[in-house]
Nanobody
C-alpha cells in the first residue's frame, strides 16, 4: 500500500520560510519522479516543483529562486524548502509520486498559509 505523508505546513508571515517534507512508503522511491503541487481556493491544482529519480529538477516560474526541491533516497523523503514566502503561496500543498510504470499517487495535503 502506497503512502505519501506530508508534514511541515503551517502559518508564516510574508517573507518567512517553511520546509515541507513528504515521506513515502510502498514505492520504489529512488526510481520515482517526486513532485510538489499546490491548490489554492477556487483554483486548479498546479505543479510547484518536480525532481526525477535521476535528479533533474523543474520549477514553476512563480517559485523559481525562492523554492528548492530535494530528495533523500535513503530516507524515502522529498523536501520543499520555501523561502521569501508571499501571500499568493497560500494553498494546500500535495506530494505526488510518478513511477516509470505509469502509476501516480498523492498525499493528503498540508496547508500553507502566508499572512501577517
Amino acid at each position: 500500500q502506497v503512502q505519501l505523508v506530508e508534514s511541515g505546513g503551517g502559518l508564516v508571515q510574508p517573507g518567512g520560510s517553511l520546509r515541507l517534507s513528504c515521506k513515502a512508503s510502498g514505492i520504489i522511491f529512488s526510481i520515482n519522479s517526486m513532485g510538489w503541487y499546490r491548490q489554492a481556493p477556487g483554483k486548479l491544482r498546479e505543479l510547484v516543483a518536480r525532481i526525477t529519480g535521476g535528479g533533474s529538477i523543474n520549477y514553476a516560474d512563480s517559485v523559481k529562486g525562492r523554492f528548492t526541491i530535494s530528495r533523500d533516497n535513503a530516507k524515502n523523503t522529498v523536501y520543499l524548502q520555501m523561502n521569501s514566502l508571499k501571500a499568493e503561496d497560500t494553498a494546500v500543498y500535495y506530494c505526488n509520486s510518478n513511477s516509470p510504470f505509469g502509476k501516480t499517487d498523492w498525499g493528503q495535503g498540508t496547508q500553507v498559509t502566508v499572512s501577517s
